[in-house]
């Protein structure tokens, strides 16, 4: 991997962008990859919600990883459209971007909102699904939007665990 490349996992909330982002890092941090992790909403907390604050972050934090050698780059978080990437991709210069979409169906993407809800998965801080009523959590589901496929690759998460989920990504990252 000579080329400084990084990976922005997107896709609806509780698809699994953080874990699968997570284990990628992970992964290639184990294998000597000069490699960091960030979730985008981490460095962005505030409100109300901006999208330039989260972009000037990850430009310092880029800037910041990439003068200590790191040479991958693993993100997390929403992009709610082309505005968005274009002000996340203007943060990292000189750096090649691939942007996956992780997809799940609407029965699924329920049953991980429900269980995220319950407090199941990692805990992610910040998250404001856990603890709330679970008619609220599946009109927050059925709200989330379906949109034409979004970035250079799309993930189908439905009938993969967390691990097929990320081998998939990395390898078709990482191939030439």
Same mark, same amino acid.
């Given at each position: 991997?000579? $080329?400084?490349? $990084? #990976?922005?996992?997107?896709?609806?909330?509780?698809?699994?962008?953080?874990?699968? %982002? !997570?284990?990628?890092?992970?992964?290639?941090?184990?294998?000597?990859?000069?490699?960091?992790?960030l979730?985008? $909403?981490? /460095? %962005?907390?505030c409100?109300?919600?901006s999208? !330039?604050l989260?972009?000037?972050? #990850?430009?310092? @934090?880029?800037?910041?990883?990439?003068?200590?050698?790191?040479?991958?780059l693993v993100?997390?978080g929403?992009?709610? %459209?082309?505005?968005? /990437?274009?002000?996340y991709?203007?943060?990292?210069?000189?750096?090649? /971007?691939?942007?996956? +979409?992780?997809r799940?169906?609407? +029965?699924?993407?329920? +049953?991980r909102? /429900?269980?995220?809800?319950?407090?199941?998965?990692?805990?992610?801080?910040?998250?404001?699904?856990?603890?709330?009523?679970?008619?609220?959590?599946?009109?927050?589901?059925?709200?989330?939007?379906?949109?034409r496929?979004?970035?250079?690759?799309?993930?189908?998460?439905?009938?993969?665990?967390?691990? +097929?989920?990320?081998? @998939?990504?990395?390898?078709? !990252? #990482?191939?030439p």
């Amino acid at each position: 991997m000579a $080329a400084v490349t $990084a #990976l922005l996992l997107c896709g609806p909330r509780a698809v699994g962008k953080s874990v699968v %982002g !997570w284990q990628i890092y992970a992964h290639l941090a184990r294998t000597g990859v000069a490699v960091a992790y960030l979730d985008l $909403a981490q /460095l %962005g907390f505030c409100h109300p919600d901006s999208t !330039w604050l989260t972009a000037r972050n #990850l430009a310092s @934090a880029w800037t910041t990883f990439r003068a200590n050698g790191i040479r991958s780059l693993v993100l997390s978080g929403d992009i709610s %459209g082309p505005a968005v /990437l274009d002000s996340y991709a203007g943060a990292l210069p000189g750096i090649r /971007l691939t942007v996956c +979409e992780l997809r799940a169906g609407r +029965e699924r993407l329920t +049953e991980r909102i /429900l269980a995220r809800g319950q407090g199941h998965g990692p805990p992610i801080p910040g998250d404001d699904l856990r603890g709330r009523d679970p008619d609220e959590l599946r009109r927050i589901a059925a709200e989330s939007p379906v949109r034409r496929p979004f970035g250079d690759l799309q993930v189908d998460t439905d009938d993969l665990s967390i691990t +097929e989920v990320a081998v @998939a990504v990395r390898a078709a !990252w #990482l191939s030439p």
